[in-house]
């Protein structure tokens, strides 16, 4: 099973991206499907989460600004970056719990990660 994001860029300030990451692999079902970010010198942090039922969350520093989506038949999330600030500068990570053959058993598994760089 792997993650692969893709969508990552340089933009301007008040510009938009979106990321995306698809799973591929063995693949029976995923739950819950997460992007992170990491800016230089700083933690990881949780950006936005999406259940496969479609409830998201938001962290607040982008809440009205970012949307994540999801697409289950392809085993894809999304999120559409919208007014980007230069402090949304980070590598962009896409995490999900993902379910591989016929046991009941969730393993998570992270893609790897996608620069995004607003310039100011």
């Known amino acids: 099973v792997q993650l692969q994001a893709s969508g990552g860029g340089l933009v301007k300030a008040g510009g938009s991206l979106r990321l995306s990451c698809a799973g591929s692999g063995r693949i029976a079902h995923i739950a819950t499907m997460a992007w992170y970010r990491q800016a230089p010198g700083k933690q990881r942090e949780l950006v936005a989460t999406i259940t496969s039922g479609l409830s998201t969350d938001y962290a607040d520093f982008v809440k009205g600004r970012f949307t994540i989506s999801r697409d289950n038949a392809r085993n894809t999330v999304y999120l559409q970056m919208n007014n980007l600030k230069a402090e949304d500068t980070a590598v962009y990570s896409c995490?999900?719990?993902?379910?591989?053959?016929?046991?009941?058993?969730?393993?998570?598994?992270w893609g790897q990660g996608t620069q995004v760089t607003v310039s100011s």
């Open positions: 995490n999900a719990d993902i379910q591989s053959g016929g046991a009941h058993v969730y393993n998570n598994y």
